[in-house]
């Protein structure tokens, strides 16, 4: 087995600051994924990437960045903090080549930010 | 693009009840569709998932799901629920060509003694 490791569990930023989270997995995964879940909207994907260096934009990819410098790495950037924004931000990991769709997500238990 | 509607927000049910929670996809072709269950504070662990064959395709600690092309649907379903399975329960649509998957805004289930 695996896991997935999401750092800092809490985060808490003041408006305008540029965070950042990350994300460490050890199935040697090839796609990892970025969703943030907001109560009552269920999950979004803001960011993916297929392989090491290779980025590709979600749903929700506005006022993030992102970085993959090693396969069993991904980093998010909020460019910005939104005030009075709360989320919870969770990495994902699949086997998927290529990152098709249809594999399994494994998740990390995710970063709560709070933006005072 | 492929969505998923969960149209129950939240299900309370009795401890030894049955339980459906109701899942609508809209996707042109054959969807793969998944279940995943969200503990407190934890993040999503897969109960199961669909790609072809028998419509009814079994989980873990007892879940199964049923496909239904005709209505769109993949709900999911339990004999007699337990109070460790209260939860947030999600469901998700992709296809083997496709790069992410697609979830729903999740069902809060809880189980009441």
């Known amino acids: 087995g695996g896991i997935i490791t999401q750092t800092p569990k809490f985060l808490i930023g003041q408006e305008g600051q540029k965070l950042t989270l990350k994300c460490q997995q050890n199935f040697n995964h090839d796609t990892m994924y970025w969703y943030r879940q907001d109560s009552g909207k269920g999950l979004r994907l803001i960011y993916y990437?297929?392989?090491?260096?290779?980025?590709q934009k979600g749903d929700l990819s506005e006022g993030y960045d992102a970085s993959r410098e090693k396969k069993s790495s991904f980093s998010l950037t909020v460019t910005s903090a939104q005030k009075n924004e709360m989320a919870v931000f969770l990495c994902a990991s699949s086997i998927a080549p290529g990152g098709r769709g249809a594999e399994t997500l494994y998740f990390g238990s995710g970063t709560r930010l709070t933006v005072l | 693009a492929q969505s998923v509607t969960q149209p129950d927000a939240r299900v309370t049910v009795s401890e030894g009840a049955s339980l459906q929670l109701r899942c609508k996809y809209s996707y042109s072709a054959t969807p793969y569709l998944f279940w995943y269950v969200q503990y407190p504070r934890q993040g999503l662990q897969m109960l199961l998932k669909?790609?072809?064959?028998?419509?009814v395709v079994q989980g873990v600690n007892g879940f199964e799901a049923e496909f239904s092309k005709s209505d769109s649907s993949f709900h999911l379903r339990k004999a007699s629920v337990h109070w460790s399975d209260s939860a947030v329960y999600f469901c998700?649509?992709?296809?083997?060509?496709?790069?992410?998957?697609?979830f729903g805004t999740g069902t809060k289930l809880q189980v009441v003694p």
């Open positions: 998700a649509v992709s296809s083997n060509s496709g790069t992410y998957q697609r």
């Open positions: 669909y790609y072809s064959g028998d419509p």
């Open positions: 990437s297929i392989t090491e260096n290779d980025l």
